[in-house]
């Protein structure tokens, strides 16, 4: 396929932002849709385009109007960014339609929405885990707190999609009855859906965690890279978790070598397990790891890109996303990339800005509706650093003026992680001061954010 295409993108944040960015820069790509997308994505003119019905965004889940999206805009391919639409069936849909998509089937998808399922696919593919057991009744989960061997601590997982909501992390056995009382209330609010599929029970690892990154075509995989994020909310990995408040890549402290490992003990083993079962992974797999001291160790597998990770792969990857996304839909990665894919060879850093209040744990309300104001430059694109927008919305009403350097643009914020900044740079210190430094261009009411993200590392 060597005619212009548009593409269609699902998603809303600033990991769609960064995928929309990096795909239009191909000389293949016509106009890059995205749905429903954020007003921050839409701000500059060029390819980025919302994929509006009537008038209202698209839907990520909703595959009969992502269907006569493509149709109505020809779209030759559509690539879904976040976990939800994977595991509602998306792709199965569009492939039944005759829509090229990038992205696993539900059955493949269940690597990350169901745990119990992904413990097992793991087990028999021989895949270095913890040890763990599988908790189908509330009621078998006292027996399984007071038989576990609390030498080493347990984490008690809902089996399904949890919104990072899902994982409690128990040192003791009272932590973990502690859990069992917060689990039953979740359970009680969400009218027992939260525990319907049953929880894992998992042996707790000492490490440190890391991302890794596999684009797989159903058989063969190629390495996209690793990355970490910082989950916690303040400086020190202190407070509570979020959905990540920035990332660093590539990982300095990992060596060469566990790179290539993590390939050939679990990349592999989980795509042939998985084609096997005849669901074939087609996608991005990606791999949250512990390093511990008996070596990597999977925590969890998620079927898409990470959030914040992507604001930092993508920035580095130099080949056009495009064509590997297009090799990995048609089969032909392992012919077309055998040579692996090239990276930048610095670092990338990002920074999330949050709103005030965010996570919004405990009713804590999240603020929303203020202004967001901005330095020329970043209006106009010009600015260094790269701004990947996730929670705006267009702002109505009054404009806000100026407040010193800074201009109100039309957009303001909706809640949770705001927006990121992405710096790229030599190496790490160079990206960390650089993303710093633009740090106050662009801002708003209530900002949140950490100044030590990629310092918890061993480069100088
Ligand atoms: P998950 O959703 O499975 O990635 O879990 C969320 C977070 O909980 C991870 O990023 C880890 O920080 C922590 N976690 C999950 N499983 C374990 C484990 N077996 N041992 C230690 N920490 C874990
Ligand atoms: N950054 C972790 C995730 O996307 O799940």
């Known amino acids: 396929m060597n005619q212009p295409v548009n593409i269609l993108v699902l998603g809303s944040g600033g990991r769609e932002h960064a995928l929309a960015w990096k795909i239009a820069q191909s000389s293949r790509a016509a106009t890059v849709y995205v749905g429903p997308g954020n007003p921050g994505m839409f701000r500059r003119p060029g390819k980025i385009q919302p994929a509006l019905i009537n008038g209202t965004p698209l839907s990520a889940v909703d595959s009969e109007a992502i269907i006569l999206f493509c149709r109505i805009f020809t779209c030759d391919l559509v690539v879904v960014g976040p976990e939800a639409p994977l595991a509602a069936g998306v792709v199965d849909d569009l492939q039944a339609a005759g829509i090229m998509v990038f992205g696993p089937s539900r059955s493949a998808a269940r690597l990350e929405s169901s745990k119990a399922f992904a413990r097992h696919v793991m087990q028999r593919a ?227 800005k949050a709103a005030e209040g965010y996570p919004g744990i405990d009713g804590v309300r999240v603020r929303a509706g203020d202004p967001v104001f901005e330095t020329v430059p970043v209006a106009e694109g010009g600015a260094d650093n790269l701004v990947f927008y996730a929670g705006v919305a267009k702002r109505q009403g009054a404009n806000f003026g100026d407040k010193g350097d800074l201009k109100s643009c039309d957009l303001e914020t909706s809640g949770g992680r705001v927006l990121g900044i992405t710096a790229v740079g030599p190496d790490l210190r160079h990206a960390r001061d650089r993303v710093y430094s633009g740090i106050d261009d662009i801002t708003f009411e209530g900002a949140q954010w950490r100044t030590d993200i990629g310092k918890c590392v061993t480069s100088p």
């Not at 399904?160 to 689990?183: H, M, N, P, Q, T």
Request: aromatic share 8%; charged share 25%; proline share 5%.
């Open 126 to 352: 021989g895949v270095p885990s913890p040890g763990f057991s599988i908790v189908r009744e509330w009621n078998d989960l006292p027996r399984a707190i007071e038989a576990w061997p609390w030498a080493r601590g347990m984490v008690i997982k809902v089996d399904g999609l949890a919104a990072g909501k899902g994982v409690f992390v128990c040192r003791s056995r009272d932590e973990a009855w502690r859990a069992v009382g917060s689990l039953k209330l979740m359970d009680s609010q969400s009218a027992g859906t939260m525990t319907r599929d049953g929880l894992v029970c998992e042996e707790l690892l000492i490490g440190r965690e890391v991302s890794a990154f596999a684009i797989c075509d159903g058989r063969a995989f190629i390495p996209f890279g690793m990355a970490c994020d910082h989950k916690r909310l303040l400086d020190g990995d202190f407070g509570p978790n979020t959905g990540g408040m920035g990332a660093y890549s590539p990982v300095d402290w990992l060596d060469e070598s566990v790179a290539r490992e993590i390939g050939q003990i679990v990349f592999q083993p989980v795509l042939d397990e998985m084609d096997a079962l005849g669901s074939p992974f087609r996608g991005v797999l990606f791999a949250g790891l512990m390093i511990t001291d008996e070596g990597a160790k999977v925590l969890e597998f998620n079927v898409r890109l990470g959030d914040p990770e992507c604001q930092v792969l993508l920035p580095r990857l130099d080949e056009d996303l495009l064509g590997i996304i297009l090799a990995a839909t048609t089969g032909r990665l392992a012919h077309e990339y055998s040579r692996g894919f090239k990276w930048h060879p610095g670092a990338a850093v990002h920074v999330v």
